[in-house]
């Protein structure tokens, strides 16, 4: 009877034992915990959740949790929007005079403070003239700010105050893209600045007038750092003199202004067939001037924006390494590459195109390519590369190793990217520019042509890429790779 005792009570600690073993290998850190909380769109308890560890967290750590919480309440804010919609309209100030309005407002009014003792934050209910709004009046970013100035999470914090301004106050959201621009010259978020600009002229938001240089500024900078991106597509010149603008396609259209000659136009919308004018047919174009013009113009008198003849105003950027692959110290290898181990040099190659010249991989099945830099990789990054898949199974266009081990490998094949595990469909078959950034070496952010497309990326540990340092145009012997690179930079 006692052995069989002894013996439950041996098993019971064992089994104690190995939970508290498993708890403490696959419980999350806290701060994981309270993002995951944020990306859940579980705001309020990100919050609370965040203000306890800022009070013992250090000054590096604690910028990331401030940053969270200017994120988190924001979220909350659009939230609460949302929960509150028809009550937000009740208490619209054209409705100030009504008692709906004074219920709706009182009953948002209390929930706010309910809310804000709990968080310790200051969400307030706002007046407008259609429906009101709840807004954060901005008690945890001047927190943030006054300690970080210069932190880099700022730009993300005050874009994200841009995009919510669109809805409720569009006629300050032009101004404010501006601002953002002048303070943020290199942002990322350059293309979803041109996407907003676009929109604006879509709607004929007032808040145009008197941008227009600034706004030009931007969209010549978004045109020159992609190239290839379908929104460039959509810039023209006027080439005539006082051309005609009408309210639809046709010359039977009502004329409601004239463009002048080298007006920046951009593309709203296009007629679906075209039309015969005099000697001339070509389709009708609605378009927008950065004047604030809107109409439909004959096709005739517009051409692409020719770009070269357009001085950018934008900062100079600044990298580390910025290998344009002009020099090769033979016919297979660009200075400051070494071959991988076990590679055939015979692999990579280069072509002069229009006075660059383009690094290649043409490597079969069984065959290894690829080159490799030597270089200090610390764990905050961006690395940036222009390149095109051209046949095969697939290639790593580039690959960024730091000093752990870990890997953040950009791979491109038939119809998709390949991030670290990641896939993003894609037409790799078309020049396009891979962005990978990172703030601290555990998670990284994919953009292409500027564009965010996935976020929180682990690094992985890979048995082809174990030495730290950079990597590119790499094949291994399970596949046939084709493919080329312009330009690899990374700071």
């Known amino acids: 009877m006692r052995k069989g005792i002894i013996i439950a009570i041996a098993a019971g600690a064992a089994g104690l034992a190995i939970a508290v073993i498993i708890t403490i290998l696959f419980s999350k850190d806290p701060i994981e915990k309270a993002i995951d909380a944020y990306e859940h769109g579980n705001y309020r308890r990100a919050i609370k959740m965040l203000n306890h560890l800022l009070k013992t967290a250090d000054y590096e750590t604690a910028e990331k949790l401030h940053y969270y919480r ?53 969400l307030a209910f706002v007046p407008a003239m259609k429906k009101s709004r709840i807004i954060p009046r901005g008690k945890f970013y001047d927190e943030f700010v006054s300690r970080y100035r210069g932190s880099a999470y700022i730009q993300d914090i005050q874009f994200e105050q841009i995009e919510a301004m669109g809805a ?69 010149t006027c080439t005539g003199d006082k051309v005609n603008l009408r309210n639809s396609p046709g010359t039977e259209g009502k ?81 400051n590459w070494t071959h991988l181990p076990d590679a055939d040099p015979a692999g990579i190659s280069f072509s002069a195109v229009g006075g660059k010249k383009i690094a290649s991989v043409s490597s079969r099945r069984g065959s290894i390519a690829g080159l490799f830099m030597r270089s200090n990789t610390p764990r905050a990054f961006a690395i940036t590369a222009r390149g095109r898949f051209a046949g095969g199974d697939g290639l790593t266009l580039f690959a960024y190793v730091i000093g752990n081990g870990t890997a953040y490998v950009l791979k491109i094949r038939p119809g998709a990217v390949d991030v670290s595990g990641r896939t993003v469909p894609m037409n790799t078959g078309a020049w396009h520019d891979y962005e990978l950034s990172s703030e601290d070496g555990r ?49």
């Open 168 to 236: 409720a106050e569009p006629d300050r959201l032009i101004p404010a893209i501006v601002s953002f621009h002048r303070a943020f010259p290199r942002s990322d978020y350059l293309a979803r600045m041109v996407r907003i600009i676009f929109d604006a002229l879509q709607r004929g938001d007032s808040g145009m007038k008197g941008n227009e240089e600034a706004v030009w500024e931007i969209i010549l900078a978004y045109a020159k750092r992609y190239p290839t991106s379908p929104e460039r597509g959509r810039i023209f």
């Open 70 to 122: 200017c994120r988190a309440i924001n979220g909350l804010a659009r939230q609460l929007e949302e929960k509150f919609s028809d009550e937000l309209g009740e208490a619209a100030q054209e409705k100030r005079h009504t008692e709906g309005f004074r219920n709706a407002k009182h009953e948002i009014e209390e929930y706010l403070a309910d809310c804000n003792e709990e968080i310790e934050g200051d």
């Open 255 to 335: 004329l409601v202004g004239k463009v002048d000659r080298d007006a920046i136009c951009i593309q709203l919308e296009k007629s679906m067939d075209t039309t015969q004018v005099g000697d001339v047919r070509d389709y009708w174009y609605r378009i927008a001037t950065l004047k604030g013009q809107r109409g439909w113009i004959f096709g005739k008198f517009l051409a692409p924006a020719d770009f070269s003849k357009y001085r950018e105003a934008e900062a100079t950027e600044s990298w580390s390494i910025e290998d344009r692959f002009a020099e090769w110290i033979d016919s297979h290898t660009p200075a």
């Open 443 to 491: 998670y990284a952010t994919l953009r292409i042509d500027g564009e965010a497309v996935s976020s929180r990326i682990e690094g992985v540990k890979s048995p082809q890429f174990q030495r730290s340092g950079i990597y590119c145009l790499c094949s291994t012997k399970d596949e046939s790779s084709q493919g080329e690179i312009e330009y690899l930079k990374i700071r």
